[in-house]
């Protein structure tokens, strides 16, 4: 079973900082999701990689195969960007998402 | 496109009643799938299905069933609730295994 680890659990910042969250996995996979979830609850789904980075507006997604880790960044934060960002892997022998417990981040304005 | 759509958004029940969370989707998704969030736990899968008519367990299907006679609809059943059932639950549809996961707004199950 693939173990799927975030850091930090909670994450408090100031509006405009940089912001990094990680996700390890344990097992080789075929992809990697980022999903957010918002205050009242509804999922969205940021990105999802294979390889490589991936942009989108101030949100950046990073992948490192060999060292199975994931890293999503958010440049000039917002207090909008308050949420919980949660990593998603999927192995290639597996039929299913394996979730990371997510990261609590809140952006103080 | 009203993409994933799930009800109730609330429900209680007593211990040993049975109900249904309702899921669609306008998609035309082959992959749906529905999970279970707790605190402190990351979503985890109940049972999944890859086309009308095919259907699997996840890693915690007991307490709980479901069929897909359409694409569209993946109804997930509660055979006799329990308090440990007691979970926000989210269904969720994609193109294929690996897609975009695309999710409904969730139905927040309370069991006395």
């Known amino acids: 079973k693939n173990e799927v680890e975030q850091s930090p659990q909670n994450l408090t910042a100031q509006e405009g900082e940089f912001i990094t969250i990680n996700c390890s996995y344990s097992v080789g996979i075929s992809a990697l999701h980022w999903l957010q979830q918002h205050p009242g609850g509804g999922i969205v789904s940021l990105f999802m990689l294979s390889s490589g980075k991936k942009k989108h507006g101030r949100l950046i997604a990073t992948i490192n195969i060999q060292e199975k880790h994931s890293s999503l960044h958010i440049t000039a934060s917002h207090p909008r960007d308050s949420a919980v960002y949660i990593c998603?892997?999927?192995?290639?022998?597996?039929?299913?998402?394996?979730f990371g417990s997510g990261t609590q981040l809140t952006v103080l304005p | 496109n009203a993409g994933v759509t799930q009800t109730p958004k609330f429900q209680v029940l007593k211990t040993g009643q049975s109900m249904t969370l309702q899921c669609a989707q306008d998609?035309?998704?082959?992959?749906m799938s529905w999970y279970r969030q707790d605190p402190g736990m990351g979503l985890r899968l109940i049972h999944y299905?890859?086309?009308?008519?095919?259907?699997d367990q996840g890693e915690v299907p007991n307490g709980y069933n479901v069929s897909r006679s359409t694409t569209e609809d993946f109804p997930l059943r509660l055979l006799s609730a329990a308090p440990s059932q007691t979970s926000v639950y989210f269904c969720?549809?994609?193109?294929?295994?690996?897609?975009?996961?695309?999710f409904g707004p969730g139905t927040r199950l309370t069991v006395l």
């Open positions: 969720a549809s994609s193109v294929g295994l690996l897609g975009e996961q695309f």
């Open positions: 998609m035309n998704h082959e992959y």
């Open positions: 998603a892997a999927h192995s290639g022998s597996a039929r299913q998402l394996t």
């Open positions: 299905s890859v086309g009308a008519g095919i259907t």
